[in-house]
């Protein structure tokens, strides 16, 4: 059984929203930082959101790609074991598969690609017209 569970992809028109969520069980209920990553066809797996904890510089904090900023904004409801990925104004270079992931912290997720972290299956995201 995997370990974090995506859902909420689909196809959108651009300027479109969508709500991706994360279901956390098992191991990774363990792991105090969640993030999503995402995958463009030809293109290198890349971090753009993270939640929970922050590693050396101490407590809890969120961090979002600049690239996305301001469209993209990472949630978790701690009650639920899920963390979500509201997604506003989608454009066509959105389109991805996007991984929720998690780890030990949000800063050893990001540099280390989340090695020995936790991944998910992943879920498409189309933007298109």
């Known amino acids: 059984q995997a370990e974090l569970a995506e859902s909420g992809g689909g196809s959108v028109q651009p300027g479109g929203s969508l709500t991706l969520s994360c279901v956390a069980s098992?191991?990774?209920?363990?792991?105090?930082?969640r993030g999503w990553w995402r995958q463009a066809p030809g293109k290198e797996r890349e971090f753009i959101a993270g939640?929970?904890?922050?590693?050396?510089?101490?407590?809890?904090?969120?961090y979002v790609k600049d690239s996305v900023k301001g469209r993209f904004f990472i949630s978790i409801d701690n009650a639920k074991n899920t963390v979500y990925l509201q997604m506003n104004s989608l454009k066509p270079e959105d389109t991805a598969v996007y991984y929720c992931?998690?780890?030990?912290?949000?800063?050893?997720?990001?540099?280390?690609?989340?090695?020995?972290?936790?991944w998910g299956q992943g879920t498409q995201v189309t933007v298109s017209s």
């Open positions: 098992g191991r990774a209920l363990s792991r105090p930082a």
């Open positions: 939640i929970g904890w922050n590693g050396n510089r101490g407590g809890n904090g969120t």
């Open positions: 992931a998690a780890h030990s912290d949000i800063w050893t997720m990001a540099k280390t690609n989340n090695r020995f972290g936790s």
